[in-house]
T-cell receptor
Framework: AQSVTQLDSQVPVFEEAPVELRCNYS??????LFWYVQYPNQGLQLLLK??????LVKGINGFEAEFNKSQTSFHLRKPSVHISDTAEYFC????????????FGTGTRLQVFP | GAVVSQHPSRVICKSGTSVKIECRSL??????MFWYRQFPKQSLMLMAT?????????EQGVEKDKFLINHASLTLSTLTVTSAHPEDSSFYIC??????????FGPGTRLLVL
């Protein structure tokens, strides 16, 4: 069975500092990987996804993530955060054989301070 | 891009009444839509997969008679919470699959049962 672990429930950071949100997954088969962002009282917005090819994936709003198969990780990074990046971030995985079903991590609250 | 809407955005109802939530794909057709619920400060939990023209597939532990799903057309899926109780209060989010890998999410519906 698949699972997703986001070790950090909260990440506080000052504006313009770099940030990394960690995500590890567990699966016995090949997977697709996703990062979503959720602003207060809103649905989820896709930040980026890894399907195949280059392990470094660039997304919207200056975010990027790197797929590391040996470490089963898909950490999200941004070199310089803004106040507007304050939100909840969810890592998710789906099996390639069953691409319809997404399994979500518990989320990481990124709070950017001025 | 792919836009998914939900209506209503929030609803308050009395215990014992039924509530219908609509999920629409605005600029594409979706043969598959998903319904999630999200409790405060928790991740999204998949409730069911809604398939156009066939019965929904429910996740383990989700009562299909309580959460009625109807996928009436390629752009509309509805979730009806029957005989709602306070413990059903939650944030309900739908999503639709675009292509083979990516889900696009609606803005969510906040249900409060008094």
């Amino acid at each position: 069975a698949q699972s997703v672990t986001q070790l950090d429930s909260q990440v506080p950071v000052f504006e313009e500092a770099p940030v990394e949100l960690r995500c590890n997954y567990s699966s016995s088969v090949s997977v697709y990987l996703f990062w979503y962002v959720q602003y207060p009282n809103q649905g989820l917005q896709l930040l980026l996804k890894y399907l195949s090819g280059s392990t470094l994936v660039k997304g919207i709003n200056g975010f990027e993530a790197e797929f590391n198969k040996s470490q089963t990780s898909f950490h999200l990074r941004k070199p310089s955060v803004h106040i507007s990046d304050t939100a909840e971030y969810f890592c998710a995985v789906s099996e390639r054989a069953d691409t319809d079903k997404l399994i979500f991590g518990t989320g990481t609250r990124l709070q950017v301070f001025p | 891009g792919a836009v998914v809407s939900q209506h209503p955005s929030r609803v308050i109802c009395k215990s014992g009444t039924s509530v219908k939530i609509e999920c629409r794909s605005l600029d594409f057709q979706a043969t598959t839509m998903f319904w999630y619920r999200q409790f405060p400060k928790q991740s999204l939990m998949l409730m069911a997969t809604s398939n156009e023209g066939s019965k929904a597939t429910y996740e383990q532990g989700v009562e299909k008679d309580k959460f009625l799903i109807n996928h009436a057309s390629l752009t509309l899926s509805t979730l009806t919470v029957t005989s709602a109780h306070p413990e059903d209060s939650s944030f309900y989010i739908c999503s639709a699959v675009v292509g083979q890998e990516t889900q696009y999410f609606g803005p969510g519906t906040r249900l409060l049962v008094l």
